[in-house]
Nanobody, 118 residues
């Protein structure tokens, strides 16, 4: 079992920045990949970014490439999502997830709301 707790969401103006954090517990952190997903009202949950066990491989959705950066510090059991140049269309609940590959996830956090005003 893995427990994931997100933090760092909030309200920001378009063009601003936020950094999301996700603290993990319950299993050795470096044994699983980590990712961020988001779900906007009325839409399906979508992949945002993923990072391999030791950070050597990252992947991003086309919509966030060049603006968002995923990173992890295994000694802190934490994964981050730095979000810059935010747009109103980035408004969503953001979820942290852990998994076995960079595109397959098994455990999910409760989510943190990000709202970008125009």
């Amino acid at each position: 079992q893995v427990q994931l707790v997100e933090s760092g969401g909030g309200l920001v103006q378009a063009g601003g920045s936020l950094r999301l954090s996700c603290a993990a517990s319950g299993r050795a952190f470096s044994t699983y990949t980590m990712g961020w997903f988001r779900q906007a009202p009325g839409k399906e949950r979508e992949f945002v970014a993923g990072i391999s066990r030791f950070g050597g491989n990252t992947q991003y959705a086309d919509s966030v490439k060049g603006r968002f950066t995923i990173s992890r510090i295994n000694s802190k059991n934490t994964v981050y999502l730095q979000m810059n140049s935010l747009k109103p269309e980035d408004t969503a609940v953001y979820y942290c997830a852990s998994g076995t590959t960079i595109m397959k996830y098994d455990y999910w956090g409760q989510g943190t709301q990000v709202t970008v005003s125009s």
